[in-house]
C-alpha cells in the first residue's frame, strides 16, 4: 500500500505509519498477561512491523471481503491487542468502527446495529467465559444491513468467519484508499433525556481529544502506556489508542477487574503511564501501588461520574502526577492535572488546554455554563451535529440559530468567590452504572415485565455512580426472564440471592 499524503490532515493510522517509519522494530502492543483466561487465545508482544502485517492482511481481507468504503464496521472486542489491529485495518480499508460495550446484550446490541446501519460485525469467540460469538450471530440475524461477521479465536460459530488464521496467512497486498481526517472514523453509542443515539467522531475528533488528554498529563514521547480501560467509547480510545499514537511509544493492555494481574503488568512492562477509571486508581494507590511501581510517573484517571471529582480525596504523594478527566458521556471530555496539595483544581469557564500550551490556547475547546444551568462543551472534538440532529424543530426553546456546543446535561453553577464551575448532579433521569447509561424510565418498564411485585432500582455507589438492585418473588426466575429478553448482565445480576452473594 501507498503512503499517505504528506501534507494531509493525519489520520489514526497516519499517526501508526509514521512512527513504523521511524522505529519498525520498537515494541508497540502487549496484550494482557491474562488473556488465556479472558479469550483461551495466547497472549502477543507485537513490534510495530508485526502490527503493520497484521493490519494489512485484514485490510486485505476486509477489502476481498466486499465491504464497500465508509460503511460500517462494528466491533465488540476485549482490550486486547486485536481491537487495535481491527481498528485501525478498518480504518486503512476506509471503513467506520462502530464501537459495541461488552456489557451489551442482544438488544442494545440490535438497536445498534440497526441505528448505524452496520455492514460487518467483529467479536471474540469469548470474553471472560461469556459466547460473544453466539450473542453477536444472534443480533446480526435481527440486523438486515449485516452483510460479514468475522471473530477472533476458537468454536467460531456457522457462518462466522475466523481471523486468526486471517492475521498470520498469506494476503495480496491491496489498493490504498484514501483517508480523510475530516470523515467519520468511530461512531460510538450515547443515552441523553431524548433517549439512545448514534454518535460519529471524525479523525480530527479523536486526534483533538486525545491531545487533550496527552499534553494536560505532560506524559513524554515514547511513553509505555498501560491501559486498563473497556475500549468501547470516546474516551477510552482518546485517553489509550491515540495517546499511544501521539507518543509513539508502547501500548500495554489490562482487561479489567483483576488488579494483582494490572500491577504486575505495570512492573513487568515497567510502565510509565497509567490510565484507568479514577475511584480505581485512587484505590490502588491508596494500597500502595505508588511504592511497589517506582516507575510509574503518569496516572490518568478517567471520572465516568465528574460530579464527584470536588469530594475526591487528595492524590497521595508526589511521585506520580494525577491527571483527572473529566467524561460527559460521548459528548466530549477535559482534563485537569493536580497541583502539589494532590487536590482536584478549580475548573473555570472558557477555553481548556494543556497548562505547557501557549497562553490563551483552545486545543481542547471550551467550557461554559448554559442558561439552563447546565455544563456545555464546544470545540475540535465535540460532535455537535450528533446530539443537534434529532432536536424538534417545534420546539419553543430551540433557537432559530443551531447551538455550537452540546449540552451535557450536568447539572453546574458558578462559585461566586472564584469564578469555577462546580458540577453539581448528573443529567436528569439518566442512570450510569460504570460505562453504562440508561434512562431511568426504562428501569420500570424492565420490572414490569417480570409481573406483578417487582421492583428494579438504582442505588447511588461510590465507585460505579449508581449501582443496580431488583427484587422480584422469584429472583432466579427473573435473571432467566431478563436474560431471555437479551438485556445486560447488569439488569439480570440486580436480581442476584443476596445471601448467596454475601
Same mark, same amino acid.
Given at each position: 500500500?501507498?503512503?499517505?499524503?504528506?501534507?494531509?490532515?493525519?489520520?489514526?493510522?497516519?499517526?501508526?505509519?509514521?512512527?513504523?517509519?521511524?522505529?519498525?522494530?520498537?515494541?508497540?502492543?502487549?496484550?494482557?498477561?491474562?488473556?488465556?483466561?479472558?479469550?483461551?487465545?495466547?497472549?502477543?508482544?507485537?513490534?510495530?512491523?508485526?502490527?503493520?502485517?497484521?493490519?494489512?492482511?485484514?485490510?486485505?481481507?476486509?477489502?476481498?471481503?466486499?465491504?464497500?468504503?465508509?460503511?460500517?464496521?462494528?466491533?465488540?472486542?476485549?482490550?486486547?491487542?486485536?481491537?487495535?489491529?481491527?481498528?485501525?485495518?478498518?480504518?486503512?480499508?476506509?471503513?467506520?468502527?462502530?464501537?459495541?460495550?461488552?456489557?451489551?446484550?442482544?438488544?442494545?446490541?440490535?438497536?445498534?446495529?440497526?441505528?448505524?446501519?452496520?455492514?460487518?460485525?467483529?467479536?471474540?469467540?469469548?470474553?471472560?467465559?461469556?459466547?460473544?460469538?453466539?450473542?453477536?450471530?444472534?443480533?446480526?440475524?435481527?440486523?438486515?444491513?449485516?452483510?460479514?461477521?468475522?471473530?477472533?479465536?476458537?468454536?467460531?460459530?456457522?457462518?462466522?468467519?475466523?481471523?486468526?488464521?486471517?492475521?498470520?496467512?498469506?494476503?495480496?497486498?491491496?489498493?490504498?484508499?484514501?483517508?480523510?481526517?475530516?470523515?467519520?472514523?468511530?461512531?460510538?453509542?450515547?443515552?441523553?433525556?431524548?433517549?439512545?443515539?448514534?454518535?460519529?467522531?471524525?479523525?480530527?475528533?479523536?486526534?483533538?481529544?486525545?491531545?487533550?488528554?496527552?499534553?494536560?498529563?505532560?506524559?513524554?514521547?515514547?511513553?509505555?502506556?498501560?491501559?486498563?480501560?473497556v475500549p468501547s467509547?470516546?474516551?477510552?480510545?482518546?485517553?489509550?489508542?491515540?495517546?499511544?499514537?501521539?507518543?509513539?511509544?508502547?501500548?500495554?493492555?489490562?482487561?479489567?477487574?483483576?488488579?494483582?494481574?494490572?500491577?504486575?503488568?505495570?512492573?513487568?512492562?515497567?510502565?510509565?503511564?497509567?490510565?484507568?477509571?479514577?475511584?480505581?486508581?485512587?484505590?490502588?494507590?491508596?494500597?500502595?501501588?505508588?511504592?511497589?511501581s517506582p516507575v510509574?510517573?503518569?496516572?490518568?484517571?478517567?471520572?465516568?461520574?465528574?460530579?464527584?471529582?470536588?469530594?475526591?480525596?487528595?492524590?497521595?504523594?508526589?511521585?506520580?502526577?494525577?491527571?483527572?478527566?473529566?467524561?460527559?458521556?460521548?459528548?466530549?471530555?477535559?482534563?485537569?492535572?493536580?497541583?502539589?496539595?494532590?487536590?482536584?483544581?478549580?475548573?473555570?469557564?472558557?477555553?481548556?488546554?494543556?497548562?505547557?500550551?501557549?497562553?490563551?490556547?483552545?486545543?481542547?475547546?471550551?467550557?461554559?455554563?448554559?442558561?439552563?444551568?447546565? +455544563? %456545555? =462543551?464546544?470545540?475540535? @472534538? &465535540?460532535?455537535?451535529?450528533?446530539?443537534? *440532529?434529532? /432536536? #424538534?424543530?417545534?420546539?419553543?426553546?430551540?433557537?432559530?440559530?443551531?447551538?455550537?456546543?452540546?449540552?451535557?446535561?450536568?447539572?453546574?453553577r458558578l462559585d461566586?468567590?472564584?469564578?469555577?464551575?462546580?458540577?453539581?448532579?448528573?443529567?436528569?433521569?439518566?442512570?450510569?452504572?460504570?460505562?453504562?447509561?440508561?434512562?431511568?424510565?426504562?428501569?420500570?418498564?424492565?420490572?414490569?415485565?417480570?409481573?406483578?411485585?417487582?421492583?428494579?432500582?438504582?442505588?447511588?455507589?461510590?465507585?460505579?455512580?449508581?449501582?443496580?438492585?431488583?427484587?422480584?418473588?422469584?429472583?432466579?426466575?427473573?435473571?432467566?426472564?431478563?436474560?431471555? +429478553? %437479551? =438485556?445486560?448482565?447488569? @439488569? &439480570?445480576?440486580?436480581?442476584?440471592?443476596? *445471601?448467596? /452473594? #454475601?
Open positions: 500500500m501507498t503512503s499517505p499524503t504528506p501534507n494531509a490532515s493525519p489520520t489514526l493510522d497516519g499517526l501508526f505509519r509514521r512512527i513504523l517509519s521511524r522505529q519498525p522494530q520498537a515494541l508497540a502492543l502487549v496484550d494482557p498477561a491474562d488473556k488465556l483466561r479472558i479469550t483461551a487465545t495466547e497472549p502477543q508482544r507485537l513490534t510495530f512491523a508485526d502490527a503493520d502485517r497484521a493490519i494489512s492482511a485484514l485490510t486485505a481481507h476486509f477489502m476481498e471481503a466486499g465491504l464497500p468504503a465508509n460503511s460500517v464496521i462494528a466491533v465488540q472486542l476485549p482490550n486486547t491487542v486485536e481491537f487495535v489491529l481491527t481498528v485501525l485495518a478498518a480504518h486503512r480499508a476506509g471503513l467506520v468502527v462502530a464501537l459495541l460495550p461488552q456489557l451489551w446484550r442482544q438488544a442494545d446490541l440490535t438497536m445498534a446495529l440497526n441505528r448505524c446501519s452496520a455492514r460487518a460485525l467483529v467479536t471474540s469467540s469469548k470474553i471472560d467465559g461469556v459466547s460473544h460469538a453466539d450473542l453477536i450471530m444472534n443480533a446480526a440475524a435481527e440486523a438486515f444491513s449485516i452483510r460479514y461477521v468475522g471473530g477472533f479465536g476458537s468454536d467460531l460459530p456457522e457462518g462466522m468467519t475466523p481471523l486468526d488464521a486471517v492475521l498470520t496467512g498469506e494476503f495480496a497486498e491491496s489498493t490504498a484508499v484514501a483517508q480523510d481526517a475530516r470523515r467519520a472514523a468511530i461512531v460510538s453509542f450515547d443515552v441523553t433525556s431524548d433517549g439512545f443515539r448514534a454518535v460519529p467522531r471524525t479523525h480530527l475528533n479523536l486526534i483533538s481529544g486525545g491531545l487533550a488528554v496527552f499534553l494536560e498529563s505532560g506524559m513524554p514521547q515514547g511513553a509505555t502506556i498501560m491501559s486498563a480501560m467509547s470516546f474516551a477510552s480510545i482518546a485517553s489509550s489508542l491515540v495517546t499511544w499514537l501521539l507518543s509513539g511509544g508502547v501500548l500495554a493492555l489490562h482487561h479489567p477487574f483483576d488488579n494483582a494481574v494490572l500491577e504486575r503488568g505495570i512492573a513487568a512492562n515497567a510502565c510509565d503511564v497509567l490510565v484507568a477509571p479514577a475511584p480505581l486508581a485512587q484505590r490502588l494507590a491508596d494500597g500502595g501501588l505508588l511504592d511497589r510509574l510517573r503518569y496516572v490518568l484517571g478517567l471520572w465516568r461520574a465528574p460530579e464527584q471529582v470536588a469530594a475526591s480525596p487528595a492524590w497521595p504523594g508526589s511521585q506520580a502526577s494525577f491527571t483527572d478527566v473529566y467524561l460527559f458521556g460521548e459528548a466530549g471530555l477535559f482534563g485537569a492535572i493536580r497541583g502539589d496539595d494532590g487536590l482536584p483544581v478549580a475548573i473555570m469557564p472558557g477555553p481548556h488546554g494543556a497548562p505547557r500550551a501557549q497562553q490563551g490556547s483552545s486545543i481542547a475547546g471550551d467550557i461554559m455554563l448554559t442558561p439552563r444551568g447546565t +455544563l %456545555g =462543551l464546544r470545540g475540535p @472534538m &465535540v460532535p455537535v451535529l450528533a446530539y443537534t *440532529a434529532q /432536536a #424538534d424543530a417545534s420546539n419553543a426553546l430551540i433557537p432559530a440559530k443551531p447551538l455550537d456546543y452540546v449540552d451535557t446535561g450536568y447539572m453546574a461566586r468567590a472564584t469564578g469555577a464551575i462546580n458540577i453539581t448532579a448528573p443529567p436528569s433521569g439518566i442512570m450510569a452504572v460504570g460505562g453504562y447509561r440508561f434512562l431511568a424510565q426504562d428501569l420500570n418498564e424492565w420490572a414490569k415485565r417480570l409481573g406483578e411485585n417487582a421492583m428494579l432500582t438504582a442505588l447511588p455507589d461510590r465507585l460505579s455512580g449508581y449501582r443496580l438492585a431488583g427484587r422480584a418473588s422469584n429472583n432466579g426466575r427473573a435473571r432467566d426472564a431478563l436474560t431471555e +429478553l %437479551g =438485556l445486560n448482565p447488569l @439488569m &439480570v445480576e440486580a436480581f442476584r440471592d443476596r *445471601a448467596a /452473594a #454475601d
